[in-house]
């Protein structure tokens, strides 16, 4: 299974663009990365999943180098509301999302 | 958001007792999950579903039991609670396992106490 290792917690302010690296040395050749974003007293919730290259939906980016050994979840302009803890996951077949400690972020005025 | 329902939504109850946690859903997803989260361990996977009456347990499945009789829903058992089993409890669904349409969907939680 591939461990993912990314900050612990990282500070922000509102308006800043806000980038998450997350690195995942012994990603397997099948594996899509998978970003969840989970607030307080809440579940988990996806954010974005990507192969390779680049991805971008209406609430991130997601960069993912040619190697696979790291992604990046870039958040634009970030608000207060995006205050949580950001987890990334390389997907393992079968279902089994193994969620490690995430990356808390706190946005501030 | 998907339709996924927790109940109860917090329960507390005496080591020893049996305690059964509902996850239902409306989206007729293939795969339902149980997972636990606590203080400095994220989440837990405990066991799994992959379709009515297939389970597979994961990586904290000891003093868990689960049954999946219908599409919709997945019940976790507790046998016999302990304190350790304190803890919130999540239920997810998927629509599938593998490669496009299996980001997992979560419910809102239940809060287990065991006293």
């Known amino acids: 299974l591939a461990k993912t290792t990314q900050p612990i917690s990282m500070d922000s302010y509102e308006g800043q663009e806000v980038n998450i690296t997350c690195s995942h040395n012994n990603i397997a050749t099948n594996d899509y990365i998978t970003w969840y974003q989970q607030f307080p007293s809440q579940g988990p919730r996806f954010i974005i999943q990507g192969y390779k290259t680049k991805v971008t939906n209406e609430v991130a980016s997601l960069f993912i180098p040619a190697d696979r ?41 | 958001d998907a339709g996924i329902t927790q109940s109860p939504r917090h329960k507390v109850t005496e080591t020893g007792t049996p305690v059964t946690l509902r996850c239902h859903q409306t989206e007729n997803h293939r795969y339902m999950y149980w997972y636990r989260q606590d203080p400095g361990h994220g989440l837990r996977l405990i066991h799994y579903s992959y ?5 597979d347990k994961g990586e904290v499945s000891d003093g868990y039991s689960v049954s999946r009789s219908k599409t919709e829903d997945f019940l976790l058992t507790l046998e016999s609670a302990t304190s350790s089993q304190t803890s919130v409890y999540f239920c997810a669904i998927s629509e599938s396992g593998t490669g496009r349409g299996y980001e997992q969907y979560f419910g809102p939680g239940t809060r287990l106490t065991v006293t």
């Open chain 2, 51 to 55: 379709g009515v009456k297939d389970t």
């Open chain 1, 69 to 109: 050994k790291s992604s990046t979840l870039s958040l634009p302009r970030v608000s207060l509301s995006d205050t949580a803890v950001y987890y990334c996951l390389p997907y393992n077949q079968g279902g089994k999302l193994i969620f490690g400690q995430g990356t808390e972020l706190s946005v501030k005025p």
